[in-house]
């Protein structure tokens, strides 16, 4: 499984910005799409993640901000992030888990890069 995530870029605080994830090489449908972010010096950390039948769950810091979602007839997962603050600031990464409830993510895609400017 091959994924690629996209849509990052430089946003003003208070902004938004939608991420996508797009799958090829495995049942994408089946898979949990998780969404992780890492900044220098810090751990990688989780952000959200969306199910096979849709069930999501969110790191603290995010909820009511961002939602995820999926369209598998595109092989896509998306996170749409709203009201952004600066310290969303880092590279968001997505993942794929055949485990509803989350880890382990077996399969990683490069990251993108999110700036919020404060």
């Known amino acids: 499984v091959q994924l690629q995530a996209s849509g990052g870029g430089l946003v003003q605080a208070g902004g938004s910005l939608r991420l996508s994830c797009a799958a090829s090489?495995?049942?994408?449908?089946?898979?949990?799409v998780g969404w992780f972010r890492q900044t220098p010096g810090k751990e990688r950390e989780f952000v959200a993640r969306i199910a096979q039948y849709g069930l999501t769950s969110y790191a603290d810091s995010v909820k009511g901000r961002f939602t995820a979602s999926r369209d598998n007839a595109k092989n896509t997962g998306y996170l749409q992030m709203n009201s952004l603050k600066f310290e969303d600031t880092a590279v968001y990464y997505c993942?794929?888990?055949?485990?509803?409830?989350?880890?382990?993510?077996?399969?990683w895609g490069h990251g993108t890069l999110v700036t919020v400017s404060s």
């Open positions: 993942a794929t888990s055949n485990n509803p409830f989350g880890a382990p993510y077996t399969y």
């Open positions: 090489g495995g049942p994408f449908s089946t898979y949990t």
